[in-house]
């Protein structure tokens, strides 16, 4: 029946299933406004239906009237009862589609400022991880004390026939700093053998790590700014969802303005203002087209946010697998143990960073799993059980 179907169409907008089972990967503010969509679809629908049954019983009873009627006057009677009824019919399943997208509009908005908090929030992640001059400053042996005290040494007792300097700049280079001092270490001639020794077991915990670390702090560094650039990409397709989400009740402050000054309640007379127009062109009945494109207009922006929602999952799954690499190549260094005295703090924090990231990115930061068959119920109203 075509109530029927709009019914399950309805009810799998966003994704929410008929039986209200939760998604523990959904996010819970998103979990309650499907409910909340849910149930609201479910009651209007169900005055829709007693309404429409009315109507269909008047009309069968019409048709069994007309197959008895004897005159030509009582036939057209009837004929116009039932014509007068089928427009009632068609006028209540106007403003029930009227009403179900004033309801999907409304969780629509409540979706995309939660997804805009969301996007915020990874902005500042994002800032606040470990900046370069950070991982510099833990990835290059130049920047600890112990090394630093060996190169004083070294330059301190270097052999002035065959000891050489190097400039500042290659100075604080990682790899030809480590091999300067190498070089200067074994070739000294005033220095002993047990002093070398001890130098380099000073040493040898800092150097060890900072040159197997080295590549895969920078990378870590790098690619969170990638996902960094890319959430700024995020926010910007998000303030044009939201304006073309709004445009057609024109409504035209901009997302950041619409929240910094708590403007959510002008959009929602900004709404009415248009389902009023809608509604009372859908009663008089003589602009068809009209009422159908106003109606689409406020369809189209709900699909648009879907799409989004779908593009918006799949950065944040990108961003998961690449804190899952973060965590491997964290946990790569082989002699952590042997090494734990002299492994700076701030490698053993960004250990940590990492594992909450990649539970904030597989709950907090992710909304709702579109994909396959929901995408094809949300979009075209089809039900893989149909």
């Known amino acids: 029946m075509v109530r029927c179907f709009f019914l399950i169409a309805f009810m799998a907008s966003f994704g929410l299933p008929q039986n209200l089972r939760a998604n523990s990967s959904v996010n819970e503010e998103i979990d309650s406004i499907l409910v909340e969509l849910y149930t609201t679809i479910v009651q209007r629908t169900a005055i829709f239906e007693i309404e429409q049954t009315k109507l269909e019983n008047k009309l069968q009873t019409i048709n069994h009237t007309l197959q008895e009627a004897q005159t030509t006057e009582g036939k057209i009677n009837l004929l116009l009862a039932k014509d007068i009824i089928k427009e009632q019919i068609a006028l209540e399943t106007s403003l029930y589609l009227s009403d179900i997208a004033k309801i999907r509009y409304l969780k629509g908005l409540q979706i995309i400022k939660i997804l805009y908090e969301k996007t915020l929030s990874l902005d500042h992640h994002f800032s606040s991880v470990a900046t370069l ?121 901009a997302l950041k303005e619409c929240r910094e000054n708590d403007d959510w309640s002008i959009i929602g007379e900004e709404l009415n203002t248009y389902l009023d127009t809608l509604n009372a062109t859908i009663t008089a009945g003589d602009k068809p087209s009209k009422v159908r494109t106003m109606q689409i207009n406020l369809q189209f922006p709900i699909d648009r946010l879907l799409q989004f929602i779908t593009q918006y999952n799949a950065f944040i799954d990108q961003g998961s697998k690449f804190y899952e690499k973060f965590g491997i190549m964290l946990s790569s260094y082989e002699n952590e143990k042997q090494c734990a005295n002299k492994i700076p703090i701030e490698y053993q924090n960004m250990k940590k960073n990492v594992a909450l990231s990649i539970e904030k990115f597989n709950t907090a930061y992710k909304p709702i799993e579109i994909n396959g068959s929901k995408l094809k119920q949300l979009l075209y109203g089809i039900s893989e059980y149909d």
């Open 133 to 253: 001059n950070e991982i510099s400053k833990i990835s290059n042996p130049n920047n600890y004390s112990e090394f630093q005290d060996v190169k004083k040494t070294l330059v301190d007792k270097r052999d002035k026939k065959s000891g050489f300097n190097i400039s500042t700049l290659l100075g604080n280079n990682i790899y030809t700093s480590v091999i300067h001092s190498f070089v200067s270490l074994f070739t000294s001639n005033t220095t002993s053998v047990s002093e070398k020794e001890a130098n380099l077991k000073n040493v040898e915990c800092i150097l060890d790590f900072t040159l197997r670390m080295h590549n895969d702090l920078n990378t870590i560094y790098f690619e969170t700014a990638f996902l960094q650039k890319s959430n700024e990409s995020i926010m910007t397709e998000l303030e044009q969802l939201f304006k073309d989400y709004t445009q057609p009740i024109k409504y035209k402050t």
